[in-house]
């Protein structure tokens, strides 16, 4: 593990505010103060004590599809919108969970499905192509969508083991 600790930084605009560019590989460690802006890409941002953030801005993904299996990368965002109204139950596969995810760490998600005046929902689990079964606010799954509306379904899968999930499950209706 390398670590990279910073002691002082200088602003040399005379801005009051420091400007700093970093390539490195390995973890960072220290404390920033202030305003960081800019792009900040990892593949892995932890933090041991309090962290603070103004906003997070999700990207949504949108899909016309209407049919056959839904493959949600984990790895490609946290939103997908079906904005096409869907014409047969479905399968939602998650993939890329285990190799992404370390034991004891949770993500989660949201589905939302279009339904006109045929209402079909997600029906089938799945997590890594390895069926699961949910555990669903209010106890029961549901057994079809709702007519005319949004169904946004939310998922937050737990990693309790090498290729062992727990999966928390809602889904609400917006009409």
Known sequence: MSTLEVDTIIDSAGTGAP???LGLTGNVTGNVTGNL???VTATTISAS??????EVIEA???DTSTTGTVTFDVLSGAVKYFNTAQTADRTIDFTNANT???VGESMTFAVLMTQTGTAYYLNAYQVDSSAVTP????GSAPTAGNINSIDSYGF???KT???TFTVLASQTQFA
């Open 156 to 158: 937050t899968i737990i």
């Open 49 to 54: 004590s309090t962290l603070s953030l103004a």
């Open 60 to 62: 949504v993904a949108t």
């Open 135 to 138: 555990k669903w606010q209010g």
């Open 161 to 163: 083991a090498d290729a």
């Open 19 to 21: 400007n700093f560019s």
């Open 37 to 39: 802006t800019g792009a």
């Open 100 to 102: 992404t995810m370390a």
